[in-house]
């Protein structure tokens, strides 16, 4: 079966420090993946999503950035935190394109980010 | 361009009561899927169902239920006699048909049961 790792759990970091949060995928090949945000109000902010190694795409300019180095590992990254970039960051998977679009979203347990 | 919307922020209910959750969708897709998520307070967010387009059928899991009607464009969730483990954010998305295509979520419900 397939499973969605996600870490580290917690971070709190200072603004303007860097940033790097991972995602791995098993159990699967060729995965759709996606970087989403929920800030303090609650809706879902998707940042990035990737249908290939080395197709990102960008949904929202701001200071992160994705990276897909292998099939099934989607990293967020930021040269330099800022206060709004607290949130809670999720991490999610689909079938890869060759799948239809009634496929669900499964996500990670989730990233919480406090930037101080 | 997809939108989601859910008009309820929050909503406050006592252990028993029957509530349901609204979901409006706009797409200009003939062929779309609907999803329900459930993110408990640990944050962890849980796929509930998914309906496609042309599948008007209600269903109903247990204590939970679901209405598309595809005239008023709308996916509403219903809850049976409601319970504390029942509170939770509740989101519904919507999904082009292409494999590809991302999940555009609505704002979500909170839903608060007491006992």
């Known amino acids: 079966s397939q499973t969605i790792h996600q870490w580290p759990a917690t971070l709190v970091q200072p603004v303007g420090s860097p940033l790097s949060l991972e995602c791995t995928v098993e159990?699967?090949?060729?995965?759709?993946l996606y970087w989403y945000r929920q800030a303090a109000g609650r809706g879902l902010q998707l940042l990035f999503y990737s249908i290939g190694i080395d197709q990102i795409s960008s949904e929202v300019p701001q200071n992160l950035s994705a990276s897909r180095p292998q099939d099934r590992q989607f990293i967020l990254s930021s040269k330099k935190l800022l206060l709004s970039d607290s949130g809670f960051y999720l991490c999610?998977?689909?079938?890869?394109?060759?799948?239809?679009?009634?496929?669900?979203?499964?996500f990670g347990n989730g990233t919480r980010l406090t930037v101080t | 361009a997809q939108k989601v919307t859910q008009a309820q922020t929050e909503i406050s209910v006592v252990e028993k009561e029957d509530v349901t959750l609204d979901c409006v969708y706009e797409?200009?897709?003939?062929?779309?899927?609907l999803f329900w998520y459930k993110q408990p307070p640990s944050g962890e967010l849980v796929f509930l169902i998914r309906?496609?387009?042309?599948?008007?059928q209600n269903e109903i899991s247990g204590r939970y239920s679901w209405n598309f009607q595809k005239s008023t464009s709308s996916f509403n969730f219903t809850i049976t006699a409601s319970q504390v483990v029942d509170s939770a954010v509740y989101f519904c998305a919507l999904s082009a048909p292409q494999g590809y295509s991302t999940l555009t979520f609505g704002k979500g419900t909170m839903l608060l049961v007491s006992p």
């Open positions: 309906r496609n387009s042309f599948d008007e």
């Open positions: 999610a998977w689909r079938p890869g394109k060759w799948a239809g679009g009634d496929s669900p979203l499964h």
């Open positions: 159990g699967t090949s060729n995965p759709n």
């Open positions: 797409t200009r897709d003939t062929t779309y899927y």
